[in-house]
């Protein structure tokens, strides 16, 4: 995945010893990678991207369960969320094999017209498999994060262990007590500060939280500043004033992607968006002389220490 780990647990019952947690940890990180990484052309997800269009690919139960999270959380945002956004990052050299971020012209983002979209994708449960009406590439950066560190705790709670924190790029998954006995304190990043520089912290017993922002991947051109952030329905990066935006829910993988759908979506339609759903959601947006923090109502009682 490109990124670095770090994984706390309090205790190993049954016998089960450090190794073996380490095993877990990396076999699920081995089998994710192996399933969902573009980076790899021998991957399930860059095989599925080559299939044609009215091919049936069968799926893995992975991802499976993942590319249907995906097209879920696409139609709770009306499209802000798709996975099928690939040819569009890498028109602005966010993906694989590029030379880094750059400016997409006009006419390399209307050639793309017909090319993104989940309308053309048809996912069956049984047996689990895709089709895709016309040509499509998946990108799942902004979701299979999140799942790996699910996979992470299940594989954990299996063991029986109770107490431990799970974090991989920045995505976690909290259970039971910390160190002290008391629950996990999770910085929430202030952007534009030095990496690990919290602008709040929550206290959490089992939910999972992730953060997107424009301050981690962007580039800036003619004095503009572009975000990695794309909306899927313009093709062009982000332009609000939304600096970041967390999200705090039981499943790591859901608040992964809802945290990309709110980004996209900007301050005031995330929010509806994060009421509608019921989700704990905290924004910070970049205001004259420094950043303004909104809230959802579900966040609200979090304790903060």
Known sequence: MGTSYHI???????GASRADYQADIDGVLARVDASMSTW????????????GAGEVFPL????????SESLAVGRASDGAFDVTVAPVLQAWGFGPGSSGPRMASDAELASL????????????????SLRKLAPRAFELSAIAPGFAVDLVAAAFSARGARDFMIEIGGEVRT???????????IGIEQPDAPPGTPAIAVLLRGESVS?????????VADGKRYSHTIDPRTKRPVSHALASV??????CMHADAMATAIMVLGPEEGLRLAEREGL?????LRVPGGFEARQSPAFGPYPKP
Do not use: C
């Not at 704990?280 to 910070?284: F, G, I, R, T």
């Open 8 to 14: 706390t647990v309090l205790d190993l019952p049954g």
């Open 280 to 284: 704990a959601v905290y924004m910070l």
């Open 113 to 128: 017209e017909g090319r993104v979209g989940s309308d053309a994708v048809v996912l069956a449960d049984d047996p689990p």
């Open 246 to 251: 967390t999200v705090i829910a039981r499943s």
């Open 40 to 51: 790899r052309t021998d991957s399930e997800i860059s095989r599925l991207n080559a299939a």
């Open 211 to 219: 953060t997107s922002g424009d301050y981690r991947e962007f580039f």
């Open 175 to 185: 259970a039971g007590n910390n160190p002290e006995g008391k629950a996990w304190r």
């Open 60 to 67: 893995s139960a992975e991802l499976h369960q993942v590319l």
